[in-house]
């Protein structure tokens, strides 16, 4: 499971992330309370929630994807649904992640 801080103007909101993965995500979605569910490509399931203004999300594998396309395809589709829902890019995440470890 892993924890995103969400950027000034994006709003944590369970059916903004809704759309953002409807987007992302062209595969069946499922709304459980305030989870959002879907599976896609090489990821059996992903899991979003928002909690205390942070974004969380919770990926399980499908270990039996062995096609490269499927699995770069999977991972952009990821990058670009963390990108929209979260407001920061893959670089500024990790910078993010880091501050946090380290203030721990």
Same mark, same amino acid.
């Given at each position: !499971?892993? +924890?995103?801080? %969400?950027k000034?103007?994006?709003?944590?909101e369970v $059916?903004?992330?809704?759309?953002? !993965?409807?987007?992302? *995500?062209?595969?069946?979605?499922? %709304?459980?309370?305030?989870?959002?569910?879907?599976s896609?490509? =090489? !990821?059996?399931?992903?899991?979003?929630?928002?909690?205390? @203004? !942070? %974004? *969380?999300? $919770?990926?399980v594998? $499908?270990?039996t994807?062995?096609? $490269?396309g499927?699995?770069?395809?999977?991972? +952009? =589709?990821?990058?670009?649904?963390?990108?929209?829902?979260?407001?920061?890019? =893959?670089?500024?995440? %990790? @910078?993010? =992640?880091?501050?946090e470890v380290?203030?721990?």
């Amino acid at each position: !499971m892993q +924890k995103y801080k %969400l950027k000034r103007g994006f709003k944590p909101e369970v $059916d903004r992330i809704y759309s953002v !993965m409807q987007e992302c *995500f062209p595969t069946e979605i499922s %709304l459980n309370g305030d989870h959002v569910e879907t599976s896609y490509g =090489a !990821m059996s399931k992903i899991t979003v929630w928002i909690e205390n @203004k !942070m %974004l *969380f999300v $919770d990926t399980v594998s $499908d270990v039996t994807v062995r096609d $490269d396309g499927i699995i770069l395809q999977t991972n +952009k =589709a990821y990058r670009d649904f963390l990108l929209k829902a979260t407001g920061y890019t =893959a670089k500024e995440r %990790l @910078k993010h =992640a880091k501050k946090e470890v380290g203030e721990e």
